[in-house]
């Protein structure tokens, strides 16, 4: 009986909440969706390739293109140094930041960095989990991300 009562508490303050969970501040998914999601690219191949005057290459912009399909968005690229573009994100200019980075980036306070969704070893043969970096505490939007990535490439190798 005290569980019972314990779950319908949790699920009343759940309900109680405002707007959905998990739940974006800025709105990012709900932008997004049918329009364009805005994603910095930093070159490093294999990950991602950048040549002036084309779009960007390599497996994660392959990857950002299918996610971008799913959310019936457009992606609108912007090319740049990983400094200035996860600035960009913080400033809420960006939607979505990649270029070949991993869990050990030093971007993890400026930026959400997505569950790994491969690895593969590193320079000495260790493994070396790849994730992407999205907005701080939008969660909506990271949990979309996350599921897509995790669902339809994990283990994606070079």
């Known amino acids: 009986m005290r569980r019972t009562a314990g779950l319908l508490l949790t699920a009343a303050l759940l309900a109680g909440c405002s707007g959905g969970f998990p739940a974006d501040p800025d709105g990012t998914l709900e932008r997004v ?3 364009a999601l805005r994603v910095g690219v930093t070159a490093n191949p294999p990950w991602t390739e950048v040549q002036e005057g084309a779009a960007p290459s390599g497996l994660e912009a392959e990857i950002v293109a299918e996610f971008a399909e799913t959310l019936d968005a457009e ?4 090319a740049g140094s990983e ?4 600035g960009d ?10 270029g070949g980075f991993t869990g050990r980036s030093p971007w993890s306070a400026q930026a959400a960095l997505t569950t790994p969704y491969t690895t ?10 790849h994730v992407m970096a999205a907005p701080l505490g939008e969660n909506a939007f990271l949990v979309r991300l996350e599921t897509f990535l995790l669902e339809e ?3 994606v190798l070079p």
């Open 83 to 86: 400094e200035v573009l996860i």
């Open 153 to 155: 490439h994990r283990d």
């Open 120 to 129: 593969v070893p590193d320079e000495r043969g260790e493994p070396e989990p």
């Open 75 to 78: 992606v609108d690229w912007t």
């Open 89 to 98: 994100l913080e400033a809420g200019e960006l939607d979505l930041v990649i």
């Open 33 to 35: 969706t049918g329009d």
